[in-house]
């Protein structure tokens, strides 16, 4: 059973924004506290990719090169939700988007297997 749950995917046109949210399930029970929160994509045919990533504790984020200038990343701590909002979406960046958590320490924070749980999945396709 997924410990995340993703919202915000669907259906935009190229130049358009959505925000992606990614809140811990009711059943885990999880606090993101001392994690680093990360959102990862994977187009068809493609391998995973980082794409972005927070900090819990010390709110330090990070990004991936094609994504730089055009997504934030942002956490409400009352909420346990991370966010991704993206604007400026280009028909690359279609894929279906993962929330995960880390507990390894943040210089690990791009790469995939340092994480522990993750969300299902949600789409985002841009239209050109």
């Known amino acids: 059973q997924k410990q995340l749950v993703e919202s915000g995917g669907g259906l935009v046109q190229a130049g358009g924004s959505l925000r992606l949210s990614c809140a811990a399930s009711?059943?885990?029970?999880?606090?993101?506290?001392?994690?680093?929160m990360g959102w990862f994509r994977q187009a068809p045919g493609k391998e995973r990719e980082f794409v972005a990533a927070?900090?819990?504790?010390?709110?330090?984020?990070d990004y991936a090169d094609s994504v730089k200038g055009r997504f934030t990343i942002s956490g409400d701590y009352a909420k346990n939700t991370v966010y991704l909002k993206m604007n400026g979406l280009k028909s690359e960046d279609t894929a279906v988007y993962y929330c995960?958590?880390?507990?390894?320490?943040?210089?690990?924070?791009?790469?995939?297997?340092?994480?522990?749980?993750w969300g299902q999945g949600t789409q985002v396709t841009v239209s050109s």
């Open positions: 995960a958590g880390s507990g390894a320490r943040y210089g690990l924070r791009s790469v995939a297997s340092a994480y522990d749980f």
């Open positions: 009711a059943a885990s029970g999880r606090t993101f506290s001392g994690y680093v």
């Open positions: 927070i900090s819990w504790s010390g709110g330090s984020t």
